[in-house]
């Protein structure tokens, strides 16, 4: 009776101490892959078992051949151990994945809510500044108060001005957001495109005090959406005026970058901080608190729409701080993916 008990407490000792090894083995695969984990944990429980088994076989005296033979038979489940940890841990990266995807969807379809909704009281407020503005004036002109009413007329138009501006642009970026934008691709210089959408900005760079300096390879040629394009880089030359303090410049350059285009514009802006660098593509994001865009302040959906001109194109659109300013950079494959 004694051997029996010795052999139990020595099997369990046995089992335990290889168990608890075997858990520090799993436990360091997890870290790595969960797959390999669960491979691994019945494969130890079954080596726990056996050198257990075994070694309790040893205690009681057995015939070295019987413990061998024993331990052949513990040894033979491994394998199935392992078939069944591959099929479990099959199971469990299946499930895992479901749940990651699941738990992408919801967040992106929560941040997609959230955005939408900032979106419409943003616009909402812009577009309730100039209409205050035309009912006011309009009001002034039927009471008779406004005595200049070619200027008052002139304040009304500018107002719908700004108005249809806003509504463009959010067309612009409702069709840059579906899920098939249906581009008008065309095959040309994207050095020329880029060229006549900086040379239309020289008025305002002029008014603003900002110099447009730039450079192009000698052809960089490229299947893209010349519209969207040149809105796109308007809006980074536009972006880069507003920020760049006068006397300051505004660079844009185009060269060819493998099987591609990159378009880079840089300001003198002062640079962005790191804080919210990587908000700036993000619709209706101004880097600042104001609502009202205000005077010389875009709505916060252009660099959302240079974003929105990259993905469409598959490219990608990127800012980096350089010395004193800031470098915008889209980048446009040379071929529709």
Same mark, same amino acid.
């Given at each position: 009776?004694?051997?029996?008990?010795?052999?139990? *407490?020595l099997?369990?000792? /046995?089992?335990?101490?290889v168990?608890?090894? %075997?858990? +520090? #083995?799993?436990?360091?695969l @997890?870290r790595?892959?969960v797959?390999?984990a669960?491979?691994?944990?019945p494969v130890?429980?079954?080596?726990?078992?056996a050198?257990?088994?075994y070694a309790?076989a040893r205690?009681?005296?057995?015939?070295?051949e019987d413990s061998?033979t024993?331990?052949?038979?513990l040894?033979?489940?491994?394998p199935?151990?392992?078939?069944l940890?591959?099929l479990?841990?099959r199971?469990?990266?299946?499930?895992d994945?479901a749940a990651?995807?699941?738990r992408?969807?919801r967040e992106?379809?929560a941040r997609?809510?959230a955005?939408?909704?900032?979106?419409?009281a943003?616009?909402?407020?812009d577009?309730r500044?100039p209409?205050?503005?035309?009912?006011?004036i309009?009001?002034?002109?039927?009471?008779g108060v406004?005595?200049?009413?070619? *200027?008052?007329?002139?304040q /009304?138009r500018?107002?719908?001005r700004?108005? %249809?501006? +806003? #509504?463009?642009?959010l067309? @612009?970026?409702?069709?840059l957001?579906?899920?098939?934008?249906?581009?008008?691709?065309t095959?040309?210089?994207?050095?020329?495109?880029?060229?006549?959408a900086v040379?239309?900005?020289?008025?305002l760079a002029?008014?603003?005090?900002?110099?447009?300096?730039g450079s192009a390879?000698?052809v960089?040629r490229?299947?893209v959406?010349?519209?969207?394009?040149?809105?796109a880089?308007a809006n980074l030359?536009?972006?880069?005026?507003?920020?760049?303090?006068?006397?300051?410049?505004v660079?844009?350059?185009?060269?060819?970058?493998g099987?591609?285009?990159?378009?880079a514009?840089?300001?003198?802006?002062?640079?962005i901080p790191?804080?919210?660098?990587?908000?700036?593509?993000e619709?209706g994001?101004?880097?600042?608190?104001a609502r009202?865009?205000?005077e010389?302040?875009?709505?916060g959906?252009?660099l959302?729409?240079?974003?929105g001109v990259?993905?469409?194109h598959?490219?990608?659109?990127?800012?980096?701080?350089?010395d004193?300013?800031c470098r915008?950079?889209?980048?446009l494959p040379a071929h529709?993916?």
């Amino acid at each position: 009776m004694s051997t029996q008990v010795s052999a139990l *407490a020595l099997a369990a000792g /046995v089992t335990l101490v290889v168990g608890l090894l %075997g858990v +520090l #083995v799993v436990v360091a695969l @997890a870290r790595r892959s969960v797959g390999n984990a669960a491979v691994a944990a019945p494969v130890v429980v079954v080596i726990a078992v056996a050198a257990g088994v075994y070694a309790s076989a040893r205690a009681m005296f057995l015939q070295p051949e019987d413990s061998t033979t024993v331990l052949l038979i513990l040894v033979a489940a491994v394998p199935i151990a392992a078939v069944l940890g591959g099929l479990v841990a099959r199971r469990v990266i299946d499930a895992d994945r479901a749940a990651t995807a699941d738990r992408m969807a919801r967040e992106l379809e929560a941040r997609a809510e959230a955005d939408r909704r900032e979106l419409v009281a943003w616009v909402s407020h812009d577009l309730r500044t100039p209409l205050a503005g035309i009912w006011a004036i309009s009001e002034a002109v039927e009471d008779g108060v406004a005595t200049d009413v070619p *200027a008052a007329m002139s304040q /009304v138009r500018d107002s719908v001005r700004q108005m %249809g501006d +806003l #509504v463009d642009t959010l067309l @612009a970026l409702s069709r840059l957001q579906a899920a098939d934008p249906a581009l008008q691709m065309t095959e040309l210089d994207v050095g020329d495109l880029v060229s006549d959408a900086v040379a239309a900005l020289q008025p305002l760079a002029d008014a603003e005090g900002v110099r447009l300096t730039g450079s192009a390879g000698p052809v960089v040629r490229a299947v893209v959406a010349p519209g969207e394009v040149r809105r796109a880089v308007a809006n980074l030359v536009v972006n880069g005026i507003r920020h760049t303090p006068r006397g300051g410049e505004v660079r844009t350059t185009v060269t060819p970058d493998g099987d591609g285009v990159v378009v880079a514009v840089v300001d003198q802006c002062g640079g962005i901080p790191d804080d919210v660098i990587g908000r700036v593509f993000e619709t209706g994001y101004r880097g600042t608190a104001a609502r009202s865009p205000g005077e010389g302040r875009g709505s916060g959906l252009g660099l959302a729409i240079v974003a929105g001109v990259a993905r469409a194109h598959g490219g990608s659109a990127e800012v980096t701080n350089v010395d004193g300013g800031c470098r915008f950079t889209l980048r446009l494959p040379a071929h529709r993916r």
